[in-house]
């Protein structure tokens, strides 16, 4: 089955800096990646999403790269403000029939003011 | 609110009884996860339903777990004679189809004593 490592477990900025979070994944036929966002005691909400059909997907200050070849993709947050302080998780998926996701252990990302 | 809902939120219960949870998910999506998330980790797969019909179950799911969806739309997870070992967030996700986006519910936080 599919296979999700997720980098740095931890990480910490200052409010501004840049963070860039790294998942790989095992299963070569899996085409679909999304990014959670779960802060504490909440359920987790899709940030930004991506599908192998491309390598870049940009959502104002987040985005996500995808690199099939090497099966990692990653999230890069710019400009980060203290609300943007959650876990952050990666999973990834085939995209029909079998289509379950299986989750990257998380990110818990501090921002500093 | 039209999101995936869960109920209850938390329950405490004693070793070896039996529990149930529901889900009720957005309402026209067709697919149904359970997953289980304990502390410091990503969401486990346990279960979907395409409409009424369970297309999946992972080996996470022991003979005391069953899941039923029965006409298709909310969902109960049962877990018989719970051990201290079940003591996680249950969290409940659905999609309009196979591939798509899944949303998540808040979770029910299971406490076994």
């Known amino acids: 089955g599919e296979n999700v490592e997720q980098h740095p477990s931890t990480l910490s900025v200052q409010e501004g800096d840049s963070a860039v979070i790294k998942c790989t994944y095992s299963d070569s036929a899996s085409n679909y990646f999304p990014w959670y966002k779960q802060e504490l005691g909440k359920r987790p909400q899709l940030i930004i999403d991506?599908?192998?059909?491309?390598g870049e997907k940009k959502d104002q200050r987040i985005a996500v790269t995808l690199n099939k070849t090497a099966k990692h993709f990653s999230l890069h947050i710019t400009e980060t403000q203290p609300e943007d302080s959650a876990v952050y998780f990666c999973a990834a998926s085939r995209d029909s029939g079998y289509s379950t996701l299986t989750f990257g252990k998380g990110t818990m990302l501090l921002v500093s003011p | 609110d039209t999101g995936v809902s869960q109920d209850p939120r938390h329950k405490i219960t004693k070793r070896g009884q039996n529990v149930t949870f529901r889900c009720d998910p957005i309402?026209?999506?067709?697919?149904l996860y359970w997953y289980r998330q304990t502390l410091g980790q990503g969401p486990e797969f346990l279960t979907y339903f395409q409409n009424e019909a369970q297309l999946e179950k992972s080996r996470l799911l022991s003979d005391r777990f069953s899941a039923e969806r029965p006409k298709g739309s909310f969902s109960t997870l049962e877990i018989q004679r719970t051990e201290q070992g079940d003591s996680a967030m249950y969290l409940c996700?659905?999609?309009?189809?196979?591939?798509?986006?899944?949303?998540f519910g808040p979770g029910t936080r299971l406490l076994v004593l």
């Open positions: 991506i599908r192998s059909n491309v």
């Open positions: 309402s026209e999506h067709n697919r």
């Open positions: 996700a659905s999609s309009r189809a196979s591939g798509e986006t899944q949303y």
